[in-house]
């Protein structure tokens, strides 16, 4: 049953982590969905270097993200909060950005194969409904649409690019269950080239990942997909060598797409949304740069609850920046009153 359902998180929404800790939200007021939309769930910042700990200048801080050409912003995918660094980013980019270059925004929410639905609705030749349904949102995301509605808008407003990152389901379930080699050439050729399943910092990140969700008994993380002993996983579930493949999948995939838009478009920049567990270093940012493009950074959000969160985030540092948001002090009352009672 542990595999079962170690398996399942990953595999369906394995984006939503970061540093190999499961997604954490403070309170359900704080992760509560916004009433009149992620505009209301704005919160005051400030902006961090991860790597060094210093805090930027917020003006400093948008120059910065105006000279690179690809901006991943990591996100959990049910946080409103994020969704509005995210909503954040894009606007200011679409300012910043000279108006006669190409520019994109890249989601991890779109596969590959649903490219010309993007196309048909930045061109507004199709609506909402029909975005969603021939994109297959509610079956291959699933997440509320209201938390991406407006940032795709703001780039639609601004004529950007609406990229599809993301490899196939069909791939990747196929990858999870039978292996990369049971893809036929075709199948092949839909994802990105070369998969790098060698970076030890991924893999250690991964495991990390692996070990937090099976209660820090890596053991139990591990396991053969023969189905023998304690820790193995049963014969219909993936192993863990094939959900990390997928993951690299993911991250691959996507750093792929995004690279080659770049690589066509020559003086073009792109925002890239993505689950937190896409958007660091060893994931899609160094496999953009191993693609040959160089200014790439990477934020993350962090609430700052009080409670540890931030020291976490700049203690192993993953990122280039952290956006940290201050929690309401409502919030915040609540859990100190909470912390009390325990």
């Known amino acids: 049953m ?57 003006n400093a801080f948008w120059t910065k993200l105006g000279t690179e050409r690809a901006i991943c912003v990591g996100e ?43 196309d048909d609705f930045a061109a507004k030749r199709i609506d909402e409904n029909a975005l969603r349904s021939r994109a297959g949102w509610e079956d291959r995301w699933g997440y509320d649409f209201g938390f991406y509605r407006p940032t795709i808008a703001a780039a639609v407003d601004a004529h950007a690019t609406l990229l599809a990152l993301n490899a196939a389901k069909e791939l990747t379930k196929k990858v999870a269950h039978h292996g990369l080699e049971s893809l036929s050439p075709e199948e092949r050729a839909q994802l990105a080239a070369d998969l790098d399943l060698k970076d030890k910092k991924h893999r250690a990140w991964f495991d990390a990942l692996m070990s937090d969700m099976s209660g820090g008994d890596p053991h139990s993380a591990h396991a053969t997909g023969s189905g023998a002993g304690s820790g193995s996983a049963p014969a219909d579930m993936p192993s863990e060598d094939a959900i990390y493949t997928v993951q690299v999948i993911w991250d691959e995939t996507m750093a792929d797409t995004a690279a080659k838009w770049l690589q066509a478009n020559r ?56 956006v940290v948001l201050d929690m309401p002090e409502d919030v915040k009352k609540q859990l100190r009153e909470q912390n009390k009672d325990d």
């Open 267 to 322: 003086d073009g920049r792109i925002v890239i949304l993505a689950g937190s567990g896409h958007c660091h270093d060893s994931a899609i940012v160094n496999r953009i740069k191993r693609r040959g493009i160089a200014d790439v950074v990477s934020i993350r959000s962090v609430i700052d609850d009080g409670q540890g969160g931030v020291a976490e985030e700049l203690a192993k540092p993953m990122t280039d920046f952290l």
């Open 76 to 118: 959990e995918h049910n946080n409103p909060h994020h969704h509005w660094v995210e909503l954040e980013v894009v606007r200011q980019m679409m300012k910043a950005w000279p108006a006669a270059a190409p520019r994109a925004l890249g989601m991890e929410m779109f596969q590959r194969p649903f490219q010309g639905v993007l």
């Open 2 to 58: 542990q595999w079962r359902v170690l398996a399942v998180m990953l595999l369906a929404a394995c984006g939503g982590t970061y540093g190999g800790q499961p997604p954490a939200h403070p309170t359900k007021a704080v992760a509560a969905k916004p009433k009149r939309g992620i505009e209301d769930a704005a919160l005051p910042y400030t902006v961090l270097d991860a790597k060094s700990g210093h805090q930027v200048d917020t």
